[in-house]
């Protein structure tokens, strides 16, 4: 069965860089989550998109902004990186409104130097 | 605040045995509870998940026990095997929005052969 995509799976940025985070659900699935889980922590919610619109925000740094496209694909963008910021990526998909449970990708591993 | 606590922080456990982690939460809107599994370099993985209408619910070798009065939840692993060894999160969210989930800190269990 298809999983949730993500891309890349290793990121290394330099303190004060930009990077784009890549989410592809699984398919028909129409809301996407991003969650950060840093190093021996639990994830942490970041926002949510139902629709292409955002349906719900968690604890997301003013530095960081989110979409979700037409083809339900997300990216997260993080501007002016710090060193904090270094942490495991989740994106998770779910069918709305359906009670439906959350499907994790692989995560993408964010290292700022 | 941790709105989700977990216990114990590690396990170990002998194969065959039982291995339980706790869980505690505060807030009295949460009614979902889901248990997920996290090997290293993965996304969390959905276990088992249960709503506060049901004190048990079991799939395999994995029982939710639900005590809605003390606000608790436990994860029992029976006949615990190596495969087993894993982190293991609960978390809370509300029905209705599934995705946005509270995690608790998370159980380092290690199943020795």
């Known amino acids: 069965a298809a999983g949730v995509i993500q891309s890349p799976r290793h990121l290394i940025k330099e303190k004060r860089e930009t990077a784009t985070l890549k989410c592809y659900p699984i398919?028909?699935?129409?809301?996407v989550y991003w969650y950060q889980q840093g190093p021996g922590q639990d994830p942490q919610f970041l926002i949510s998109f139902y629709e292409k619109m955002q349906s719900d925000k968690g604890s997301i740094p003013d530095r960081f902004s989110a979409q979700q496209f037409s083809d339900y694909h997300s990216e997260l963008n993080m501007s002016s990186l710090e060193l904090g910021d270094s942490a495991l990526y989740f994106c998770a998909s779910s069918l709305q409104g359906q009670h439906s449970p959350l499907h994790f990708g692989n995560g993408t591993r964010l290292t700022v130097t | 605040q941790q709105q989700v606590k977990q216990s114990p922080q590690s396990l170990i456990v002998q194969k065959g045995g039982i291995s339980i982690i706790n869980c505690a939460y505060e807030?009295?809107?949460?009614?979902?509870f889901p248990w997920y599994q996290q090997f290293p370099g993965k996304g969390p993985a959905l276990l088992i998940a249960?709503?506060?209408?049901?004190s048990e619910k079991k799939e395999g070798r994995f029982t939710i026990s639900f005590n809605k009065s003390a606000k608790q939840f436990s994860l029992h692993i029976m006949d615990s095997q190596p495969g087993d060894s894993a982190t293991y999160f609960c978390?809370?969210?509300?029905?209705?929005?599934?995705?946005?989930?509270?995690f608790g800190q998370g159980t380092t269990l290690q199943v020795k052969p």
């Open positions: 978390a809370a969210s509300m029905l209705s929005n599934t995705g946005k989930l509270i």
């Open positions: 249960i709503r506060p209408d049901v």
């Open positions: 398919p028909r699935h129409d809301t």
């Open positions: 807030n009295t809107a949460f009614d979902y």
